[in-house]
């Protein structure tokens, strides 16, 4: 009986035509992917002999192969020299392209962006496992959940459609939330995770709801349709209310991502109770991904939309420019004050997103890029001074460092000037190109705000350098002995040397980013194994194989090997 | 459209801000987490109703993934509530202060 | 497509009950019945499902939503004993009901004026991009195939999820082999406003 039904459903006697996937794309998330778990498997099996070296020398290694996976992706898109590639190079021409039925793309923007966070996960895992170390926690979530967190960031960066932009998100958030709660010891740590993932996930909802509405409005959440659909109508008046609806909805949920004025109020508190560690991570990963989702949804997906969601950037960009280095004045925390101060970063940022350029694009990565290491240099240093226990971290812990450690103070230093943009260190370049950016879009009123906004944030940062190496003659001196662990320690000349290298000479940087456009591309031609009912079906039911818009299917594309079991004998 | 659509839409849109009014005045971790499955669903009915409109299957399968995130963020979010509850175990009241600068 | 008159009843049902729901899980002081009319929403929206020809998913609402989650959500309450009534009467922050009035309402007025206005060509997607539905052809089927080739790296991406939620479980649950005092005064949250005094033993 049942196999008269199976002959009457035609879906069943044929193949399914699977998207073509290409492997070497995907190289980087898999790496990561298979990293955390091959990592989780050993600690279960033999974590009791091998022990926190191991974790965090797999976890270094995991993100730097992964790095090393993506330099031919590089080579592949900007059409280097061929031979560096291990794989047919006839199958994907030179160029950005786009893999798995265009849900996934390969562009400059998003191998450059893949590159940064495989560096920073290394980097960050230094500076954990010397909190670890020191604390005497011997535990592998960490390291294992900040390689997984990773790959939803990496599949943010390359997301060509709105869901698997979603979901990269929901990766990379609930990872941190977990990352913020982790320090059991510290009931304070729970509180900042549990608020993190309240605000987190009503934001995810707002994000959501707004890709909701962008589906009824332009019928895809894929951006290749999204883009080519906007480019066909031009949506007026009624037919407009859902997009311009779902973009508002999207802008707010990624500005509580990148902790935007006025959706920043999770971030001080968080930054706060959390392990510094795991700050050092969502401070960077966090805010890459989400700026990069922000780029690729707004500059790239709804520059027909400019004119609407310019206007909402400009007025988030100020409010954080302008808020988070004033409060920041007051903050006599140093995690809460280097929280405010990247708020304050996050408004540089938008300054980049908002010009709605190429220009402003550059501004972003060469700003994230800059940032990434330097906020994760900052925290390694309050990681250390934090002390056992990552509990002391108020501005009088840091009064006469300069006698106590001066190679900690003296890089902390060099990171904070850069912070405010002194010459000779990256984050000049950083600010100067994000200034550029907004004079270069017509906008030079925030140009000025965001120049006075970095002379308020100077002062800041000059007050804790002060405080560091300027003692008064009869203060006392503080508690003597602060050990640098040697992992922190590398971690930190990596982000000196790389602040510093930037700084001196940002011709490699900016050369890098001017070839790494983010686009959106069309998947290639889909692969149809042989359909023989492919005759017999209603005309709706061959759209359903067709995909979207993927421009038919090529019969000569038939891949004998191709995945799918040929479910003969059906009849 | 027709005007039922117009009424699924608009359900909705009244469940999201029920949902996320709730969040933001309700102070038990475990009722905030019931305001974000409320939000959830009124996105999943959305994308079912504009699948419907449009004729098209994404809407539907884009809620089984919202399914999926529901899911895991509720394991996230009950762990984090449990080993914070451990410690403090009258953790209902003011422990998180949302919408505080 | 016409509407018939079951299907107007049928949403006019639900409507009320998901809205019922919906505030009394925002209502009800006590967990458990905020639970209990969580259950109510989530069954309404099911049988919505079901009235706009989505049958899988009416069953996956059912199955996962009210099986799993609320039962998880359920457990949890019973488990630590957190069913005491909160008080809504004090309001947490200044004005924090007045932001709250503020974003719901902006929202949902936003949403549902755009609908109203917005007449005929207010839903302006083009259709059946990904994949038109089919009436003769099962709805999980359909699904089904759309999943395994439009939507298989988003299929992915949720293992890489559900590994992350499994390792958060793991990690949270796990007990501290010694623990920090509890903060005296929650010093480092900063202490605008009073806390209760925290008088509770560590129970571990």
Redesign the interface.
């Known amino acids: 009986m049942s196999l008269s039904i199976l002959a009457q459903?035609p879906?069943l006697t044929e193949q399914?035509?699977?998207?073509v996937v290409s492997w070497p794309a995907l190289l980087p998330l898999i790496v990561m992917?298979l990293g955390?778990?091959l990592l989780?498997t050993f600690a279960s099996l033999f974590g009791r002999r091998v022990g926190t070296p191991f974790f965090t020398w797999w976890t270094v290694m995991t993100g730097l192969i992964a790095f090393g996976t993506a330099v031919p992706l590089w080579a592949q898109v900007q059409g280097w020299d061929r031979r560096v590639l291990w794989w047919n190079p006839e199958q994907t021409p030179a160029g950005a392209f786009s893999t798995?039925?265009g849900?996934?793309g390969i562009d400059g923007f998003s191998v450059l962006l893949t590159m940064l966070i495989a560096l920073a996960v290394a980097v960050c895992a230094l500076v954990m496992a010397g909190t670890s170390e020191r604390d005497g926690e011997r535990?592998v979530?960490g390291p294992?959940?900040l390689i997984?967190?990773a790959?939803?960031a990496m599949?943010m960066v390359g997301a060509n459609?709105l869901?698997?932009l979603?979901?990269?998100l929901?990766?990379l958030s609930?990872?941190v939330?977990?990352l913020a709660?982790?320090n059991?010891?510290?009931?304070?740590s729970?509180?900042a995770?549990?608020?993190y993932?309240?605000?987190g996930?009503?934001s995810?909802?707002f994000f959501?709801?707004g890709?909701?509405?962008v589906?009824?409005?332009?019928?895809?959440?894929?951006l290749v349709?999204i883009t080519g659909?906007l480019a066909d109508?031009l949506?007026l008046g009624?037919?407009?209310?859902?997009?311009l609806?779902g973009i508002a909805?999207m802008v707010a949920g990624l500005a509580f991502k990148v902790a935007a004025v006025p959706f920043?109020?999770w971030s001080?508190?968080v930054y706060?109770?959390a392990p510094t560690s795991s700050v050092a991570f969502m401070a960077s990963v966090v805010k890459i991904a989400a700026f990069a989702g922000m780029v690729r949804v707004l500059v790239v997906g709804f520059d027909t939309f400019a004119a609407d969601w310019r206007p909402i950037l400009q007025v988030l960009a100020v409010l954080s420019l302008v808020g988070g280095a004033l409060?920041a004045l007051v903050q006599t925390?140093v995690k809460?004050l280097l929280a405010y101060s990247s708020i304050s970063h996050a408004g540089f940022i938008l300054l980049g997103v908002e010009a709605a350029s190429d220009t402003g694009t550059r501004a972003v990565l060469v700003y994230l890029v800059a940032y990434t290491f330097l906020v994760i240099g900052s925290f390694a240093v309050v990681s250390i001074v934090g002390r056992s226990?990552d509990?002391m971290?108020s501005l009088d812990s840091y009064r006469g460092l300069g006698r106590v450690s001066p190679a900690l103070a003296g890089t902390f230093t060099i990171l904070l000037l850069a912070q405010a943009g002194v010459p000779f260190t990256s984050g000049f370049y950083a600010k100067f190109y994000a200034v550029i950016a907004a004079v270069d879009a017509q906008s030079a009123w925030l140009a000025v705000v965001a120049m006075l906004s970095a002379v308020i944030a100077a002062y800041l940062y000059l007050r804790l350098v002060v405080t560091m190496w300027f003692v008064a003659p009869g203060d006392q001196t503080p508690a003597p002995g602060l050990p640098i662990p040697a992992t922190t320690g590398v971690a930190l000349v990596v982000c000196v040397a790389v602040t510093l290298f930037i700084g001196i000479t940002p011709g490699p940087l900016t050369s890098v980013v001017d070839e790494a456009p983010p686009v959106v591309v069309e998947p290639p031609v889909e692969q149809v194994a042989d359909a023989p009912g492919l005759d017999g079906l209603?005309p709706?039911?061959l759209?359903?194989l067709g995909?979207?818009?993927a421009g038919g299917q090529d019969p000569l594309t038939v891949d004998p090997g191709g995945a799918g079991t040929p479910a003969g004998g059906a009849p | 459209m027709r005007s039922i659509d117009a009424g699924y839409?608009v359900l909705a849109a009244i469940l999201?801000s029920i949902?996320?009014f709730g969040?933001?005045v309700r102070r038990n971790?475990l009722v905030?987490?019931m305001c974000?499955e409320l939000?959830?669903n009124?996105?999943n009915l959305?994308?079912v109703a504009?699948g419907m409109?449009?004729g098209?299957?994404?809407?539907q399968v884009?809620v089984l993934?919202?399914l999926v995130?529901a899911a895991?963020?509720v394991v996230?979010?009950l762990?984090?509530?449990v080993?914070?509850a451990r410690?403090?175990p009258g953790a209902t009241a003011d422990?998180?202060?949302?919408?505080?600068? | 497509m016409e509407t018939t008159a079951v299907e107007y009843v049928v949403f006019a049902l639900c409507a009320v009950i998901v809205l019922a729901g919906a505030f009394g899980v925002i209502w009800f002081r006590n967990p458990v019945q905020a639970a209990l009319s969580l259950v109510a929403t989530l069954f309404g929206v099911a049988v919505l499902f079901l009235n706009m020809n989505a049958q899988f998913l009416a069953a996956v609402q059912v199955i996962v939503y009210t099986g799993a989650i609320v039962v998880l959500i359920l457990f949890v309450i019973m488990l630590l004993g957190v069913d005491v009534e909160e008080d809504l009467e004090e309001e947490p922050l200044v004005g924090q009901r007045v932001i709250a009035l503020v974003i719901a309402a902006g929202?949902a007025g936003?949403?549902v004026a755009?609908v109203t206005?917005?007449?005929a060509?207010?839903?302006?997607?083009?259709?059946?991009?990904?994949?038109?539905?089919?009436d003769?052809?099962?709805n999980i089927?359909?699904i089904g195939?759309?999943l395994?080739?439009?939507?298989?790296?988003?299929l992915e991406?949720?293992a890489?999820?559900l590994?992350?939620?499994v390792?958060?479980a793991?990690?949270?649950s796990?007990?501290?082999s010694?623990?920090?005092p509890?903060?005296a005064e929650?010093a480092?949250?900063?202490p605008p406003e009073p806390m209760e005094p925290e008088a509770e033993e560590v129970f571990d």
Do not use: C, W
């Not at chain 1, 059991?184 to 304070?188: F, N």
């Not at chain 1, 589906?215 to 894929?222: A, E, L, M, V």
């Open positions: 459903t879906l399914i035509p699977t998207p992917a955390g778990l989780l798995v039925g849900a996934f535990h979530e294992a959940l997984l967190s790959t939803g599949v459609d869901i698997v979603f979901l990269g929901e990766v609930l990872a939330y977990v709660a982790m059991l010891r510290r009931v304070q729970q509180e995770g549990l608020k993932f309240v605000l996930a009503f995810s909802a959501l709801y890709i909701a509405l589906y009824g409005g332009t019928g895809s959440t894929s349709n659909f109508n949506l009624s037919s407009s209310v859902l997009v609806l909805l920043h109020s001080p508190d706060d109770g409060v925390n809460r226990g509990g971290h209603p709706g039911l759209d359903a995909g979207g818009g | 839409l999201f949902g996320a969040l933001l971790p905030m987490l974000v939000m959830l009124a996105v959305t994308f504009f409109m449009l098209d299957l994404a809407g884009t993934f919202v995130v895991a963020e996230v979010g762990g984090i509530v080993a914070m410690r403090r422990d998180i202060r949302v919408l505080r600068g | 929202v936003l949403v755009g206005l917005g007449g060509d207010l839903v302006s997607g083009a259709r059946s991009v990904t994949g038109s539905i089919v003769d052809v099962s089927e359909q195939r759309l395994f080739t439009e939507y298989v790296f988003a991406i949720t890489v999820l590994t992350i939620a390792i958060a793991v990690v949270m796990r007990r501290p010694e623990v920090e509890l903060p929650n480092s949250m900063e």
